[in-house]
């Protein structure tokens, strides 16, 4: 069966763990959570390794310990950083491009070795990206260009690492996850925001596993180079009125 890497494990990232552990696929996490990664990991029979993307080298070395062959990697961290241009300073720009893109760059460089190694037709990369990316929110302009970057990223690297490795990222919307808790932990802001949607409500971490889980897997082997929005409609249509 394959073998992943899944990078951050809260929220979607161990949602995406679990699906896919639940459907006999070999696991390697890597995670900052000292204290959550080893349950999680003895939970899904996975190896892990703890790593914060901020601290150079950290990262490159848990890749590493996933060993010579890996058939997919999925890189789930990310930040959400909202505010005005006015009150964003240049070292909180600069941390959410290094954790969102730079991170994403530096995982796959890391992983390059191992996901050649890879046995399967294609290996697969995933990153994630957000709808702030394809539709202009104000308060966005730093998470915005940071994942702007990691849309870059993936159409660069899907071209460039093709036809052995595919790369493709999803974009959701606001998702009901611990790294959103502020947005989500008042039903009445949570309510507001869902309205916004076509579909009526926030996403939760399984709308988005599901789709990620398929793209890492060979059933999506002529699948590279996309960004796809799992975002109730947010990014391509209009609500009523």
Same mark, same amino acid.
């Given at each position: 069966?394959?073998?992943? &890497?899944?990078? /951050?494990?809260?929220?979607?990232?161990?949602?995406?763990a679990?699906?896919?552990?639940?459907?006999?696929?070999?696991?390697h996490?890597?995670? %900052?959570?000292? #204290?959550?990664?080893?349950a999680? !990991?003895?939970?899904?029979?996975?190896?892990?390794?703890v790593?914060?993307?901020?601290?150079?080298?950290? +990262?490159?070395?848990? &890749?590493? !310990?996933?060993?010579?062959?890996?058939?997919?990697?999925?890189?789930?961290?990310?930040s959400?950083?909202?505010?005005?241009?006015?009150r =964003?300073?240049?070292? #909180?720009a600069?941390?959410?491009?290094?954790?969102?893109?730079? /991170?994403?760059?530096r995982?796959?460089?890391?992983?390059?070795?191992?996901?050649?190694?890879s046995?399967?037709p294609?290996?697969?990369?995933? +990153?994630?990206?957000? =709808?702030?990316?394809r539709?202009?929110?104000?308060?966005?302009?730093?998470?915005a260009?940071?994942?702007?970057a990691? #849309?870059?990223?993936? %159409?660069?690297?899907?071209?460039?690492?093709?036809?052995?490795?595919?790369?493709?990222?999803?974009?959701?919307?606001?998702?009901?996850?611990?790294?959103?808790?502020?947005l989500?932990?008042?039903?009445?802001?949570?309510?507001? &925001?869902?309205?916004l949607?076509?579909?009526?409500?926030?996403g939760?971490?399984?709308?988005?596993?599901?789709?990620?889980?398929?793209?890492?897997?060979?059933?999506?082997?002529? &699948?590279?180079?996309?960004?796809?929005? =799992?975002? /109730?409609?947010?990014?391509?249509?209009?609500?009523? /009125?």
């Amino acid at each position: 069966m394959p073998t992943y &890497i899944i990078i /951050g494990t809260s929220g979607i990232g161990g949602t995406l763990a679990r699906h896919l552990a639940a459907t006999g696929n070999g696991l390697h996490l890597i995670s %900052r959570n000292a #204290e959550r990664l080893p349950a999680l !990991a003895t939970e899904l029979g996975a190896s892990h390794a703890v790593a914060d993307v901020m601290q150079e080298g950290a +990262l490159e070395a848990a &890749i590493a !310990a996933a060993g010579p062959s890996i058939d997919g990697l999925a890189y789930c961290v990310g930040s959400i950083n909202l505010k005005p241009l006015g009150r =964003v300073s240049d070292a #909180e720009a600069l941390a959410d491009f290094q954790l969102n893109a730079l /991170g994403a760059f530096r995982a796959v460089k890391a992983a390059l070795p191992a996901l050649k190694g890879s046995v399967q037709p294609t290996a697969s990369v995933l +990153l994630f990206s957000t =709808v702030a990316v394809r539709q202009g929110f104000t308060s966005h302009a730093s998470i915005a260009m940071a994942k702007g970057a990691v #849309e870059g990223l993936t %159409r660069t690297l899907a071209a460039e690492l093709a036809p052995k490795i595919r790369v493709n990222a999803i974009a959701p919307s606001l998702t009901r996850t611990p790294l959103a808790a502020s947005l989500t932990a008042s039903e009445q802001t949570a309510n507001a &925001i869902a309205a916004l949607h076509p579909l009526q409500r926030l996403g939760e971490p399984e709308d988005v596993a599901g789709l990620a889980a398929l793209l890492l897997s060979p059933q999506a082997g002529w &699948i590279t180079g996309q960004v796809i929005g =799992v975002d /109730g409609g947010r990014s391509s249509l209009r609500g009523r /009125g």
